[in-house]
């Protein structure tokens, strides 16, 4: 077989021809996988933050359009993908799968230890993040919404949000944290550049933003400060701005698997079928819009023997430290109450280059899973993350993300494992996005000078003394049945 030919003997003409031949093959899904129809024991319900109470749709109406809120609990398999969605989203979907052949030659691997990945940097910001973000934007163009407000950390998501805005004409307000900003000045033009504004956070904006300011004039930052100066210029709006969150969401995970949909069908087009899938984490999306149709296949029976790893930084390592437990999402405490696991939300995490992995809690599906036993996590310094990533760049020819190399590092772990073991394994990662924007970042891995940070026990201890969940909130965790 042609395709199976170009995979299973790569050389680089034709493993760049492989991606093109599955992409002729493959077509943008024409719906998203949800992965709470699969569940068999439900998500532990959002709480109202005042009232303690599982939170109504209602309550999400001044943040979220309807339509999106009803995607956040709904329990259908399958939820399909507006037409105008579908046409941005083939801009340069279906993205690549490749094979790793040139990494895995230098890196000496048995023949029977493949590496696949699938490439989401092809994205108009140059991440995954544009998957939800179209989607976000068209469900809230659709509402009469005037105005999205968001947050952003590396500046992916705001620049993802801000091309959206500009596909269907919606006026974007990006807070960025401030470390990031100045780290990647020209997210800030990129953003701009698609008719968006864009404001350092902490910022005299917002009312949180000055008192942030007033009580540490140098505060870096951090995406939750960033949430809650976004949810604050929405809320006083007058009711004309929603606002968008780019991960933690179920509908934002959602949106990203149209990633392992189509990674279900390269996969099996190229006569292969992944023993370990592995993805960097933040608040989860491109974890879950790789991992969840695979996992979605194991839960109903029809696939086994497969694992799932996701990857975090050591400095901010919420799956593998924190605790399982209500906690609120932003650092004003002004979202839900969202079960999953946390570093508290009053922890400010040390300054890594991976601005979209310092986020202090994991989506509640991700957590909920791995609760169950679906998942593993690992966490990882990101002088290895980079070291990592810049071997893959030197074979592969695409730099990743800071983000990416996380998951890149995972890959690497996996193979390491499989060859020292003399087992064969598949793996297949989520390469993110790539790390144009972030030369800062690799200037500083080049000159040997980036830093690790110790995991910061005493802040992450001093930070969970206020989190709701360990102070008698809870909810019974939902059965089976
Ligand atoms: C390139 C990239 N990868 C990963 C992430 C982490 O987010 P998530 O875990 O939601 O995929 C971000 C977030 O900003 C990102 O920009």
């Not at 023949?111 to 092809?122: A, L, N, P, T």
């Not at 993350?385 to 995972?410: D, K, N, R, V």
């Amino acid at each position: 077989m042609h395709v199976m030919h170009h995979v299973l003997r790569p050389n680089a003409a034709a493993r760049r021809a492989f991606a093109a031949i599955a992409c002729d093959s493959v077509k943008v899904p024409k719906a998203w996988y949800n992965i709470q129809a699969d569940l068999k024991v439900p998500l532990p319900p959002p709480l109202h933050p005042g009232e303690l109470r599982p939170c109504l749709p209602d309550d999400f109406a001044p943040l979220f359009p309807m339509s999106l809120i009803q995607q956040e609990i709904s329990t259908e398999r399958y939820i399909d993908i507006p037409e105008p969605v579908r046409e941005v989203l083939e801009l340069w979907r279906p993205s690549p799968l490749f094979r790793a052949s040139r990494w895995e030659k230098a890196l000496k691997l048995p023949q029977d230890v493949k590496i696949f990945y699938k490439y989401e940097g092809g994205s108009p910001s140059g991440s995954h993040k544009t998957n939800t973000a179209v989607a976000q934007i068209f469900y809230n163009k659709e509402a009469g919404t005037k105005k999205v407000t968001t947050e952003t950390g590396a500046g992916q998501w705001g620049s993802a949000l801000a091309f959206s805005g500009a596909q269907f004409d919606l006026p974007v307000e990006v807070y960025q944290v401030k470390v990031s900003y100045e780290q990647k000045p020209y997210r800030k033009a990129f953003i701009e550049t698609c008719g968006a504004q864009i404001y350092p956070s902490p910022s005299h904006r917002t009312q949180y933003g000055a008192k942030v300011l007033q009580e540490d004039p140098a505060c870096p930052g951090s995406l939750g400060i960033a949430i809650s100066e976004a949810i604050e210029a929405c809320v006083t709006s007058g009711g004309t701005a929603k606002y968008a969150l780019g991960s933690v969401l179920s509908h934002v995970l959602m949106h990203q698997t149209v990633i392992g949909l189509e990674a279900i069908e390269q996969m099996e087009i190229s006569g292969e079928s992944p023993d370990v899938v592995v993805g960097c984490t933040g608040g989860g999306s491109n974890f879950a819009g790789i991992t969840f149709p695979f996992l979605g296949q194991k839960l109903r029976g029809e696939r086994n023997k497969i694992r799932f790893v996701a990857v975090e930084p050591a400095a901010c390592p919420s799956l593998t430290k924190g605790v399982y437990a209500y906690d609120f999402g932003d650092t004003a405490q002004m979202t839900p109450l969202i079960k999953a696991h946390t570093l508290g939300a009053a922890f400010i995490p040390p300054k890594v280059h991976s601005g979209g992995l310092r986020y202090h809690a994991m989506a509640p599906l991700i957590s909920h899973l791995k609760e169950l036993g679906e998942l593993e996590a690992r966490a990882v310094p990101q002088s290895a993350a980079f070291q990592a990533g810049a071997s893959f760049f030197q074979s592969e020819g695409i730099l990743p993300a800071p983000e990416a190399t996380h998951a890149i590092e995972g890959a690497l772990a996996e193979a390491k494992d499989a060859a020292s073991k003399g087992e064969p394994r598949s793996i297949l990662f989520n390469m993110c996005g790539h790390g144009h924007f972030d030369m800062a970042a690799w200037q500083k891995w080049s000159e040997g000078q980036l830093e690790d940070f110790d995991y910061p026990d005493e802040l992450v201890q001093e930070a969970l003394k206020s989190v709701p969940g360990l102070n008698g909130v809870d909810w019974p965790m939902p059965s089976a049945d």
